[in-house]
């Protein structure tokens, strides 16, 4: 059995995203089926889909009023970075840091998904922004103020 299966508890009815999520399982599982001769390929070939995927959520965040500092973005960096740091390993050898890191991504994933990534498809929806364009159709649904939290109600001010 797969680290992780796509499944209808993942999607979040924003095709695009939806697509890259999908994209993302199918990756996992392909670097969790690797033999040691092509793991670090199909690493570096999940973290390449993932700075996509990342940038693309990270740009429409700051087009429909995320602040820059948001716990969303910023989980971005770390996971990026503890990826980068797992293609360093296993380019000196040492495949079973990069075996751990994907049997950890597969949970923090689903997690990931279901609120930080639910909240942003929430807040999209919200304010009409159009994937494909970048158009905001209802400008006046955007926040006052920049959005610091992670998007989705457990972590919004009027929770707290």
Do not use: K, Y
């Not at 697509?19 to 033999?35: K, M, R, S, Y």
């Not at 997690?111 to 498809?121: E, F, I, K, R, V």
């Amino acid at each position: 059995m797969a680290l992780l299966e796509w499944s209808d508890a993942l999607v979040l009815d924003v095709p695009a995203m939806d697509d890259t999520h999908e994209e993302f399982v199918e990756l996992l599982a392909q670097v969790d089926a690797a033999t040691d001769d092509i793991l670090v390929h199909a690493w570096d070939v999940l973290i390449a889909h993932t700075e996509e995927h990342f940038g693309r959520e990270d740009e429409w965040m700051r087009a429909t009023g995320f602040s820059a500092a948001n716990c969303h973005t910023t989980q971005h960096r770390v996971v990026l970075s503890v990826m980068r740091e797992g293609a360093q390993q296993g380019a000196a050898g040492r495949l079973d840091v990069i075996r751990q890191m994907a049997g950890e991504l597969a949970p923090w994933f689903v997690q990931h998904a279901q609120s930080m990534d639910a909240g942003l498809a929430l807040h999209l929806r919200s304010v009409g922004f159009d994937l494909e364009t970048g158009r905001i159709g209802r400008a006046g649904a955007l926040p006052a103020a920049p959005i610091t939290g992670c998007g989705s109600a457990a972590c919004s001010p009027a929770t707290r």
